[in-house]
């Protein structure tokens, strides 16, 4: 027969239930190593995340290709030209690159090569509204540990946090708990770009020099101080700039390059092998 | 395995299945479908609805099968959606016995209110953590979250209602032939 407690009791383990789950959030914040039985779900779960993912984004694409039909003929055509235009202007930059290569060599700089790029699927998302992160179907297999730098097609994306054997938690640069150094092109000042939320789409930028001149529109780019990204990887685009008093610095916020609610596939930087000295 | 025992195990592998199943289209496939910046909540709609039909028992149990998935989906706070999901099933399992089940206001109500509580608990959590949610976000986020789950529990609340039924009067049935 079983004995079923009273309603304050009930109420009461209740409460201790709710005390002891406070006790375990405390305690598990913010992690670098998921438990076991989270990897092991991880791992199982990834083909038919990966699956839900894959149906996601093909109707979505479908859908808005079926909607926009009209637009394509003369987008393409557009595109068509654009990318004349941009082969022209590849030719050119590779110019650049090809000299800037020189000038660096001429003057001591330390190459920024050795970086490996792992292409990944993203197969799954935070499924709450706040914090902002992704997961990818690469793990410790691939050779994926906690820290690395993920990039996208418009650039930084976020970080590896979680690895499992065949996955790995990313937080993008939105999410609250991310920070990252960068450093704005048109003037050179450093700034520190910090995520806001997932609902919010946008991250705060706080800058690390006096008197920093920073306008809406101004790009941020990586800075390069750490050996998560390499140096010059774009961020994001100022989207407001709120001048404080005495024409003092107030508040900046920052679009993300890439867009990071469709993203499909993204690419890990592996760094180089440690060679004994700091990045 | 006794004949109702067996029975339960039939009703509870549905529910739970759906329960999983809303908490992995969550997760993967539910973020392309997002309604002004913010993702519908499947597993609370599922909670709310089912603590609605059920009762707080059964709706606290789903709470818990469907938050300890999402938590585990998410890697972050371990507890933190099992907390949020059972506190509303708790709540709903409350009023439950006291509201005309029928009325479409019922699970409306139910899911907004709901939705405030899951996402209130998850940000106050998340702000003691140190993270900067800012005021402006945290009220569009609330609103239209709420908004946005209350009006899927509306297109499937009386389906559920239905499938529930069918599980109910399939065992009924069941139960008078044995």
């Not at chain 2, 706070?77 to 089940?101: E, N, P, Q, S």
């Amino acid at each position: 027969m079983v004995v079923r407690p009273p309603e304050g009791h009930r109420l009461i383990l209740y409460a201790a239930v709710f005390l002891l789950l406070t006790a375990v959030l405390n305690l598990t914040a913010e992690r670098e190593h998921v438990t076991a039985l989270e990897a092991f779900l991880a791992d199982r779960l990834a083909p038919i995340q990966r699956g839900l993912a894959t149906i996601g984004a093909w109707t979505v694409k479908n859908w808005q290709a079926l909607l926009e039909w009209r637009e394509l003929k003369e987008t393409n055509e557009k595109l068509r030209t654009q990318v004349e235009l941009l082969q022209t202007e590849n030719i050119r930059l590779r110019e650049y690159r090809r000299e800037n290569a020189w000038l660096r060599e001429a003057l001591g700089f330390r190459q920024e090569l050795g970086y490996t790029m792992l292409p990944a699927q993203v197969i799954a998302r935070d499924p709450g509204n706040w914090l902002s992160s992704i997961i990818i179907d690469l793990g410790e297999e691939d050779g994926l540990t906690t820290g690395m730098g993920v990039v996208g097609p418009g650039g930084v994306v976020g970080s590896t946090r979680s690895v499992a054997k065949k996955t790995a938690r990313v937080m993008l640069m939105i999410d609250p708990s991310s920070a990252i150094g960068g450093v704005s092109q048109r003037t050179g000042d450093l700034v520190l770009v910090e995520g806001l939320s997932e609902s919010a789409g946008l991250a705060r930028v706080k800058p690390l020099v006096r008197d920093a001149d920073l306008k809406q529109g101004d790009i941020i780019v990586t800075s390069g101080l750490s050996v998560i990204f390499p140096k010059g990887l774009p961020i994001g685009r100022l989207v407001t700039v709120t001048p404080g008093d005495y024409g003092t610095f107030a508040e900046a916020f920052l679009e993300p390059t890439t867009d990071l609610a469709r993203l499909e596939y993204v690419f890990v930087i592996v760094p180089p092998e440690e060679d004994g000295d700091d990045g | 395995m006794a004949k109702g025992q067996e029975r339960d195990y039939l009703q509870w592998s549905v529910l739970a299945g759906l329960t999983i199943l809303a908490g992995l289209m969550q997760g993967s496939l539910l973020h392309w479908w997002g309604f002004l910046g913010v993702k519908l909540d499947l597993v609370l709609v599922l909670v709310a609805s089912f603590t609605l039909l059920r009762g707080r028992r059964d709706g606290v149990i789903l709470a818990a099968i469907g938050g300890a998935l999402l938590d585990f989906l998410s890697g972050r706070y371990l507890g933190l959606h099992v907390l949020g999901k059972t506190a509303v099933a708790f709540l709903i399992g409350l009023v439950r016995d006291v509201v005309y089940k029928e009325n479409y206001l019922v699970p409306f109500s139910a899911t907004f209110l709901g939705t405030i509580v899951d996402q209130g608990i998850y940000v106050l959590v998340a702000r003691l953590s140190g993270f900067t949610i800012g005021s402006g976000i945290l009220g569009h986020v609330l609103v239209s979250a709420a908004f946005f789950n209350s009006l899927l529990t509306l297109c499937v609340y009386f389906r559920l209602a239905a499938l529930d039924r069918f599980l109910r009067e399939r065992d009924a049935a069941e139960q008078q032939s044995s």
